[in-house]
């Protein structure tokens, strides 16, 4: 059968491309993983995986209160379905909010193994302003992230950045000749090189025509322009560098003016004056949407991917379920690459479909709700169509194209 990527399944129709493979499943998962098994078993490189919270509530499209043994009587049969899917080097995302996080995380070491977690991610979704006191104590405003590795030591995490807000002020110092030979480096303060650069005598003398914030942040625009230019001094901690290294921090603090680099196989150059590290600027800039910005390493803590304004993304209403595609497209950059498979067992409005296909990932989503067909497959049409102009269309470049086979177990 054209198209067809699994016997297993029956096809209901397809949209778009008639050689594409992506899967959407409507039915039961517990049913449709065990199925998929024939053709998926180890081939799938990431999933996320978004249940019912078991909030106690009742939504349109399902209800969302089960006693605590039924949720996990519900949860552990489908933890167990998905894990032979994973491949070895593949990786597992659940989130979950605060009523069933402890309960999961055992599920999870339990099928997963505890010693394939990577990482409890808190994903902060709203503020705390607007909340009504429901609960006694602090106000409940982030979900988390499970994170499992299906074998932690075969996992490749693709390291992943966030944007800092506001400069690092530790970057004050500016190096005048960059490509000149580091015996050859001079130094002088940031803020004097600027103010030079703007006309003006010394960092006083802007401050007084400029006014004290608006010079701050004429500082601060000229280093990331400039950012080859702009260096910040680092203690070298001695327990976290080599003997190598030790000893060319012993030399430099003998003769402190002298600038030493130690080049290192595979690594950037060891480079140390007075004892501290000489740290660029321009290491940690990258260009995101025209102009630059300061990155830094992502942490457990995303504080910076919004849920509000996302109501329209996708052109669907799931009112408080949907998650933003640029959380999943998050997940799917740590752990996936183009071509890789990619599942979502709860799809709900489609969003990781949706995310995937952009990414170009190959991708499976399986939802029993009536709104499979009367949300998630609408979107991934317009998606496939070129059509839909929201989310991380613009971020990702994509414009259409591919398809996808609707299937029920
Ligand atoms: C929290 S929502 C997922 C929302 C989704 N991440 C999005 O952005 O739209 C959970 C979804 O799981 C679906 N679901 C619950 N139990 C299921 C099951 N046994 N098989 C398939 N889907 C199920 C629900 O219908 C619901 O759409």
């Known amino acids: 059968m054209a198209g067809a990527p699994i016997e297993a399944l029956t096809r209901v129709r397809a949209h778009g491309d008639p050689r594409a493979e992506n899967l959407l499943v409507h039915g039961d998962n517990l049913a449709a993983l065990r199925l998929l098994r024939a053709r998926f078993a180890g081939a799938i490189r990431c ?36 894990r032979p899917l ?8 659940v989130e979950i909010d605060d009523t069933q ?16 977690r990577i990482s409890t991610i808190t994903v902060v979704r709203s503020a705390p302003t607007g909340h009504k006191a429901i609960n006694a104590g602090p106000v409940h405003v982030s979900d988390f992230l499970l994170v499992y590795a299906k074998d932690r030591k075969r996992w490749r995490y693709h390291p992943q950045v966030r944007v800092r807000e506001g400069f690092d002020r530790a970057y004050s110092t500016w190096l005048e000749d960059p490509d000149a030979k580091p015996s050859r480096w001079r130094f002088r303060p940031l803020s004097a090189a600027v103010a030079e650069a703007l006309g003006h005598a010394s960092p006083r003398e802007a401050t007084r025509a400029l ?10 625009a000229h280093a990331l322009r400039e950012a080859r230019h702009v260096v910040r001094f680092a203690q070298a901690r001695y327990e976290a560098i080599g003997q190598a290294a030790r000893r060319v921090v012993d030399r430099s603090r003998e003769a402190p003016d002298r600038v030493f680099v130690l080049e290192r196989e595979g690594r950037p150059p060891f480079i140390v004056r007075g004892g501290n ?37 996708g052109g669907v209403v799931f009112s408080r379920n949907k998650k933003p595609e640029r959380l999943v497209a998050r997940v799917l950059a740590m752990a996936s690459e183009p071509g890789d498979w990619v599942i979502d ?30 949300l998630a497959e ?32």
């Open 211 to 220: 006014g004290r914030e608006a010079f701050i942040a004429r500082v601060h």
């Open 101 to 116: 996080l402890a309960p999961l995380t055992l599920l999870m070491d339990a099928v997963f193994g505890a010693q394939n």
């Open 345 to 374: 067992p709860f799809l709900g409005s489609g969003t990781t479909a949706a995310v995937a296909h952009k990414m170009g990932r190959r991708w499976i989503g399986i939802e029993s709700g009536e709104h499979l067909v009367t």
């Open 277 to 313: 590290r000489i740290l660029f600027l321009a290491d940690k800039v990258r260009e995101i949407d025209g102009a630059p910005v300061i990155v830094e390493p992502l942490t457990n803590v995303w504080d910076d991917v919004p849920f509000q304004g996302i109501a329209r993304e």
């Open 378 to 409: 609408p979107r991934l049409r317009r998606v496939i169509d070129g059509a839909d102009p929201t989310g991380i269309t613009a971020t990702t470049g994509f414009s259409g194209g591919g398809g996808f086979v609707v299937a029920t177990p």
């Open 86 to 93: 994973i491949a070895d080097d593949g990786a597992v995302f």
């Open 47 to 82: 999933a996320y995986l978004d249940p019912p919270f078991n909030t106690g509530r009742t939504f349109a499209e399902y209800a969302d209160a089960r006693a605590p043994e039924e949720w996990d009587a519900m949860m552990r049969p489908r933890l167990e379905a998905l």
